[in-house]
């Protein structure tokens, strides 16, 4: 019966006032006491003319000020203003009861009962401050009366049951205002059980973690999505039990944010970072942190803030762990590009001056031979010249061969072709191919080949670089007069081979960087050896192919020695190998020496 009554008070509410609940509930209430009142006089008015014939000139003003009550309906439902119409209403009602007052008895009329009304009314506004204006106009109308009327009651409204109906009245529409409080508590207690609720099945939905905190950082409430970020229960995360869990670095700024949204009213951003638990399956050593990313903002907890009442914090936790992940990544991308643009500046300056030496010596010795009538070269002269363009060619031929051999390394393409050979005659044979070299250089070359040195199964050509790249490096960088030895023995279930030198040995600022391609130690556009500096690294290279390790001893004027182990058996590893071999520009920090041990001699 009450629905199409509902439906028409909510059709005239503001619409300013129809997002909040409790004050659509106080724009209904205005409008139906209002209503009631107005229509009430409507209809009462033709029987009151049958009953008492032709009315006087104070009734027919009574009537007719009882109907402004439909006035202000309009006035609230088209601006929304709810005080100022309530203050009017009640201006309105207390004008109407001083004139019958005045006429009536004043303060002994049948009307004095509705001044209490008048401040009554104003307790659905929730106002302090029009409850105190409607109480001061009732006050004024009481005055008015006593004052301005002390005599007696007229004798035309001296009927007791004048009295009777206007205390009934008054009573009848006081008992309506306490209805519509009661309402208004009801609607304000359904309110707040439906915004917890909402907020209850927000915060165990969300992936995000709510929390509340006091000033002091500890928490009062968390969402249990804390769960899944911590791996605790959310039990265990009340009072200062999740301040524990901060990195104790971050703690500071931690309680820093907390307390600096409780004092103002902007929101506060802090990123830190929070100890997450394990299961007891997984075994893990240190604990491990996660990024989380805080948003707090400060609520107010008493009636009254500007008394200083105590604030708390509602924090909005998120997991940035994949965002910092990206942003390393971006890093790490960046840095990769910048060690790609070293290389390649690296690489054009290496290159250009290790082949313009040999193009340069190979051009100008044959534009000498190919005027040697001019130049009356003799037969020695022109053998010498051949010579060394067979040396600047062999150089270049070298230089060549190892670029190519890196680039096919790296791109994955050098191809293992794995057969049961010895490796006592390869090393041998390797030997005397550099022993002309060593006595060139007056170094001694020996070797140490252990006779029970089973066969492997490997790649006897990239065997043989492996062999000739580390003799060749001992032998540049040993200065006359020194040794080289390369000793091979078997070692559990692999292959030693170790070649050491008496050489220059290697700076300790360049010990970090050894098998960075086209690296040498103290590298400069002046260099004292010779090379591109990638016998090293194609070393690296083959060997991780088959699945051996490179470890490298150095001590500068002592001498260096480069250990390379080799499993008998480099078929199995071939594969996995060939898949994790470093690309050329290496991750930041590996320098491509995945499998490279480095250490400096005691």
């Known amino acids: 019966m009450f629905a199409p009554i509902r439906a028409f008070l909510d059709a005239l509410v503001h619409q300013s006032a129809r997002h909040d609940s409790l004050a659509a509930a106080r724009h209904r209430a205005f409008f139906a006491t209002r209503l009631f009142t107005g229509l009430s006089a409507l209809a009462v008015f033709p029987v009151f003319l049958a009953w008492r014939g032709v009315p006087g000139p104070l009734e027919v003003f009574a009537l007719c000020w009882m109907l402004t009550p439909l006035l202000l309906v309009w006035y609230l439902s088209k601006s929304g203003e709810y005080e100022r119409a309530h203050l009017l209403s009640a201006c309105a009602l207390a004008i109407l009861v001083a004139l019958i007052g005045a006429v009536t008895g004043g303060l002994a009329s ?334 001694q070359l020996f070797t140490d080949i252990s006779p029970d040195l089973p066969e492997i199964n490997a790649d006897p050509r990239a065997m043989r670089q492996v062999v000739i790249n580390l003799v060749s490096n001992a032998i540049k960088f040993t200065e006359e007069g020194g040794k080289v030895d390369v000793v091979a023995r078997a070692k559990g279930n692999e292959i030693e081979l170790v070649v050491s030198d008496t050489g220059v040995g290697i700076p300790e600022a360049d010990i970090a960087r050894l098998g960075d391609p086209f690296f040498q130690g103290r590298s400069t556009y002046d260099r004292t050896y010779e090379g591109t500096g990638l016998g090293l690294s194609v070393v690296m290279g083959l060997v991780k192919l088959h699945g051996g390790s490179v470890e490298i001893e150095s001590r500068l004027r002592k001498g260096t020695k480069v250990v390379v182990c080799l499993p008998f058996d480099c078929q199995p590893a071939q594969a996995a190998a060939t898949n994790q071999i470093a690309k050329f520009p290496q991750r930041p920090g590996t320098s491509g020496r995945d499998e490279l041990k480095v250490r400096k001699s005691a």
């Open 110 to 443: 049948f009307a004095a009962p509705w001044i209490v009304v008048i401040a009554l009314e104003a307790s659905l506004s929730a106002s302090r401050r029009l409850i105190a204006a409607t109480i001061a106009v009732a006050l004024f109308t009481a005055a008015v009366l006593w004052m301005l009327v002390p005599g007696p009651v007229s004798p035309a409204f001296s009927h007791g049951w004048l009295s009777i109906a206007g205390v009934a009245s008054a009573a009848v529409y006081a008992g309506g205002i306490a209805l519509a409080n009661s309402a208004f508590a009801r609607d304000g207690h359904l309110a707040k059980l439906a915004s917890e609720a909402r907020y209850k099945l927000l915060a165990q939905n969300m992936s995000d973690v709510i929390a509340r905190h006091g000033r002091d950082g500890a928490v009062t409430f968390i969402s249990p999505a804390a769960e899944q970020l911590t791996g605790i229960p959310t039990s265990d995360l009340l009072g200062h039990r999740l301040f524990d869990r901060v990195h104790l670095a971050d703690r500071p700024a931690f309680l820093t944010a907390i307390s600096d949204a409780a004092r103002s009213s902007a929101p506060v951003s802090l990123e830190f970072r929070l100890q997450r638990e394990w299961p007891a399956s997984a075994h893990r050593a240190a604990p491990e942190f996660v990024w989380v990313e805080m948003r707090s903002h400060g609520i107010d907890v008493g009636n009254d803030a500007r008394a200083g009442e105590a604030r708390q914090v509602v924090s909005v936790f998120r997991d940035i762990m994949a965002r910092k992940a990206d942003a390393l990544a971006v890093e790490s991308a960046r840095s990769e590009a910048e060690k790609a643009n070293d290389a390649k500046s690296k690489f054009l300056a290496t290159v250009s001056h290790e082949l313009r030496t040999p193009l340069n010596a190979i051009i100008g010795f044959s534009e000498m031979l190919a005027r040697e009538d001019e130049m009356k070269l003799d037969a020695a002269r022109r053998q010498d010249y051949a010579r060394l363009i067979r040396d600047s060619g062999e150089h270049l031929l070298a230089v060549v061969n190892g670029i190519l051999d890196m680039s096919r390394i790296e791109a994955g393409h050098f191809e293992i072709v794995a057969e049961p050979f010895a490796l006592k005659p390869l090393i041998e044979s390797c030997r005397n191919m550099m022993s002309l070299r060593a006595e060139q250089a007056g170094i």
